[in-house]
Nanobody, 122 residues
């Protein structure tokens, strides 16, 4: 069973960029879907982006379209979330997740990283 470790969060000013990384302890198979969710204090966890590993198909929340890019790394077990033109409302804990369904609901994902904090100042 692949475990996930997400990293790359930090503090950035509005308009800046960050790249989050998600490393799986085992190989990510072509049938898998990798996703990123985020959770701000007092709010529910929300979908950010998803990527179907084998066909490299992606989808995004409307709030991040055109600013964020989800991708796979050269290694078979790495996924990334490039975040550009960050806004204060992008702040929160970001979690990578792995599942089998190309879905924007958190219940579709079985494996989760521990989360990495992103703080965007205004």
């Amino acid at each position: 069973q692949a475990q996930l470790a997400d990293s790359g969060g930090g503090y950035v000013e509005a308009g800046g960029s960050l790249r989050l990384s998600c490393a799986a302890s085992g190989r990510i198979f072509s049938s898998a879907v990798m996703a990123w969710f985020r959770q701000a204090p007092g709010k529910e966890r929300e979908f950010v982006a998803a990527f179907r590993w084998g066909v490299q198909r992606s989808m995004y929340a409307d709030s991040v379209k055109g600013r964020f890019t989800i991708s796979r790394g050269d290694a078979a077990n790495e996924a990334y979330l490039q975040m550009n033109r960050l806004k204060p409302e992008d702040s929160g804990v970001y979690f990578c997740a792995r599942g089998q369904d190309f879905d924007s609901t958190s219940s579709a994902y079985r494996d989760w990283g521990q989360g990495t904090q992103v703080t965007v100042s205004s």
